[in-house]
């Protein structure tokens, strides 16, 4: 029944190694959404793409990037991980149409650690 | 800029005692305000949608209000099942902005 998954559920990398964190989604969304969350804080959202369209967030770091090579699946790319990326890093998905807002779904996170 | 701000950061209650948590928000032209329940290590849970002042909405021991600079989430006779962090979120244009949450302590 797992609407969106995340892969994998815990990554430890050293620093400065490149990292790649994997998402998929079976409710066929148009929209696919990486947020990261650091302990006790909001998630805070890096981009997301609308369908083929990717939107990046004005402060979200060159270091990260994103893929979305069809539908049903997102990658989060961290090409030079420092120790301040360590976080939750959570996918979410929603069916973007004009007017009201439609729910959010997100995974289960990816616990990336950085040694 | 879309400001959420959530209160009190902590809430520790017995089993039974009913609290409520608050949401207050700013932005322009809300589209929509969430609620969320986060376990610890987990992703966030859909729980409720708000759209516009004057709407409420209710699941088993929760109750999610809204007005025009909050909102709230009633907690009624909270079990400890109930422990969790409460996220609220606004949604603008694309995105949900979120505030920092309440974490929820029941003990029995």
């Known amino acids: 029944d797992a609407m969106v998954i995340q892969n994998p559920r815990y990554q430890v990398t050293q620093f400065g190694k490149p990292v790649t964190l994997s998402c998929s989604q079976t409710?066929?969304?148009?929209?696919m959404y990486w947020y990261q969350q650091k302990s006790s804080q909001a998630p805070k959202l890096l981009f997301h793409?609308?369908?083929?369209?990717?939107?990046n967030e004005a402060d979200t770091p060159d270091n990260f990037q994103s893929r979305r090579p069809n539908t049903s699946f997102c990658f989060l790319d961290i090409r030079s991980p420092g120790l301040g990326d360590a976080a939750m890093y959570l996918c979410?998905?929603?069916?973007?149409?004009?007017?009201?807002?439609?729910?959010?779904?997100f995974g289960p996170g990816t616990r990336l650690t950085v040694l | 800029e879309d400001q959420v701000t959530q209160s009190p950061e902590a809430l520790r209650l017995q089993e039974g005692e009913s609290s409520s948590l608050n949401c207050s928000y700013t932005?322009?032209?809300?589209?929509?305000l969430f609620w969320y329940r986060q376990d610890p290590g987990k992703g966030p849970e859909f729980l409720f949608t708000?759209?516009?002042a004057g709407e409420e909405k209710e699941k088993e021991r929760l109750k999610a209000t809204l007005t025009k600079k909050e909102s709230f989430l009633h907690i009624t006779a909270p079990k400890p099942e109930d422990s969790a962090t409460y996220l609220c979120?606004?949604?603008?244009?694309?995105?949900?902005?979120f505030g920092a949450g309440t974490t929820v302590t029941v003990r029995a």
């Open positions: 979410a998905t929603s069916s973007l149409t004009s007017g009201r807002a439609d729910t959010q779904y």
């Open positions: 409710l066929n969304h148009n929209v």
């Open positions: 793409y609308y369908d083929k369209d990717f939107n």
């Open positions: 932005v322009s032209g809300l589209r929509g």
């Open positions: 708000l759209y516009s």
């Open positions: 979120a606004v949604f603008n244009d694309y995105k949900l902005s």
